[in-house]
């Protein structure tokens, strides 16, 4: 057997265990970071990636213990930062599969800026955004995602501030990926991290994760057996959109704006159901606004899946064709020459 093939028997045969570390995983017994972490485990394999090649990196919070937990390399790095390291880790070594691991408050708050940026340059960088609607790590104060009048330690008498919308703001910065899965749903968790992992881009998925400490509950609505087919609708593309506990709610676009409709006593209204195109960002930008109050009673679901995706070049290939084509033109350069300049001084 060659090396070559021996390589890839190895590869083909790690498991979801390969990728496990041997640390302690300090989350609070219950908290919803467990089932993302089993699912990225459990996709790892298939992937056919050597674990050398691949990279996790985080900020700070409860989400960025993640790297420690991965059996592959890893950086726990600053607050709100970890896209600028992720940026330069991907401009100096394009060949590594980079995932950056970020919660609401590490990505939308003091690493908002940093995020839009990445997403509009289009780095081949997977994104998982945990978002429990609370800061965590610091014990339980509002987060720029948490709801008005969220009551904190830090807002008792309520919040004042009018929240983010996350895939809304993604869309807004150019984002060539953007989707939303659920910690609750582990099996379409995983297929969102195999979509975005073959995405050509900066994929982002939101995960509603919840903080059963300080925010216990926070997506209930969307989770709870009785109630969450009538509260959420899962996109397909190709497929219409249609929900509910008997699957008999469906949405329809009334110019550009969304319409439920009842599939029982509006039937001629079936053939004109939305179906969803994960490449229209017009429809696409009207879905990450189905974010109604779930006690409203025209509240619009709240949707699941890959909202929007584009092919657009990366910004790691156009670097290296800009450096190649400068050594084409000019040669390569002497460093030492570089630092040393044309012009020296003397000091008297």
């Not at 990636?49 to 790297?67: K, L, Q, T, W, Y």
């Not at 839009?116 to 609607?133: A, S």
């Not at 025209?298 to 450096?323: H, N």
Request: proline letters at 5%; hydrophobic letters at 35%; glycine letters at 8%.
């Amino acid at each position: 057997m060659s090396k070559v093939s021996d390589f890839k028997e190895q590869v083909s045969k790690l498991t979801p265990k390969d990728f496990a570390s041997n640390q302690d995983i300090r989350w609070c017994p219950g908290c919803g970071d467990y089932s993302i972490l089993k699912q990225v485990q459990a996709v790892m394999p298939e992937l056919g990636i050597p674990r050398e090649n691949i990279v996790f990196i985080s900020g700070i919070g409860c989400s960025s213990r993640f790297p420690y937990y991965m059996n592959t390399y890893g950086m726990h790095s600053i607050h709100g930062r970890a896209t600028a390291v992720a940026s330069g880790l991907k401009a100096a070594r394009p060949d590594l599969s980079v995932w950056l691991i970020t919660g609401d408050g590490d990505s939308l708050s003091i690493g908002g800026n940093h995020l839009i940026h990445m997403l509009r340059r289009n780095f081949d960088v997977n994104i998982l955004l945990f978002n429990n609607q609370i800061y965590g790590l610091t014990k339980g104060q509002y987060s720029p995602t948490s709801e008005l009048g969220k009551k904190t330690k830090s807002t008792p008498l309520g919040s004042i501030d009018h929240p983010f919308n996350p895939l809304s703001l993604c869309m807004g910065a150019d984002a060539t990926f953007i989707a939303r899965a659920m910690d609750r749903e582990p099996k379409h968790m995983r297929e969102i991290l195999l979509h975005a992992n073959n995405h050509k881009g900066t994929s982002l998925i939101e995960i509603y994760q919840n903080c059963n400490i300080f925010n216990d509950g926070a997506f209930s609505t969307f989770t709870d057996k009785e109630i969450k087919k009538e509260n959420s609708i899962y996109l397909e593309h190709g497929k219409p959109l249609i929900f509910g506990t008997k699957g008999d709610k469906g949405i329809v676009l009334d110019g550009f704006q969304p319409r439920i409709v009842n599939l029982d006593s509006d039937a001629e209204l079936s053939e004109k159901l939305w179906i969803h195109d994960v490449y229209d960002r017009n429809k696409a930008n009207i879905l990450t606004r189905f974010f109604d109050d779930p006690s409203n009673e025209k509240a619009l679901p709240r949707p699941f899946g890959i909202f929007y995706q584009e092919s657009r070049f990366c910004y790691e290939d156009a670097l290296r064709e800009q450096l190649v084509g400068v050594k084409k033109s000019k040669g390569t350069p002497d460093l030492d020459q570089l630092l040393s300049g044309p012009n020296t001084w003397e000091i008297k």
